[in-house]
């Protein structure tokens, strides 16, 4: 039976910059390809090139860090076989974190945490199976529509709202929103302020 393999874009180590797990060492892998082509998107580059990798070489190019979590991101996540890639990762002891905007109903049952930030579409399956909904917000977000995700807060999914871009409008307008929604929580790019990659 031929092996499952995934269109990286990139592998790298560094820090979780973003979110709930801001400050945490992680490796990043980047798969290739997101149909979603939204405008304020950091990584349009991922959207496009990418190599063929198995499981074994995945392995190989993680084993080269001490770190334990692997946060699979992208691209969008769920657009390849994504319950084989984590599968793979957890048989292997990694903790795996998804990044994904949710348009795919995918299984992430095994994923140690899953931060699903919708766009254009999402599904509402993928919402419910959040522990974190990480809405972008900038200052053509409809604000309407935004407050329907606050509708699966729940005592295991957390709202996370992250200014586009780190703007300062987009900050102010995220204190203002989180101030008239205390339950909820800010997520700055502190790896973009910082520079680290
Ligand atoms: S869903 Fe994410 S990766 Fe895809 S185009 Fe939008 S911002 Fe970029």
Redesign the pocket.
Known sequence: MPQPSWKVNEIFYSVQGEGKHTGMPAVFVRLAG?????P?????Y??REGVETDAKQLLARLAAWPAKAVII????PAEQNLPALIAALKDAGYEVHIET?G?IDADVSRADFVCV?P??YVSPAMLKKADVIKI?VGQDTDLEDLRKYYAYENAKTQIYLQPESNKQENIDLCVKLLKNHPSARLSLQTHKLANIR
């Open positions: 997101c149909r979603m082509n939204c304020f998107c950091d990584t349009k991922a959207a991101t992208g691209g969008e905007n348009s930030s766009k254009k972008v």
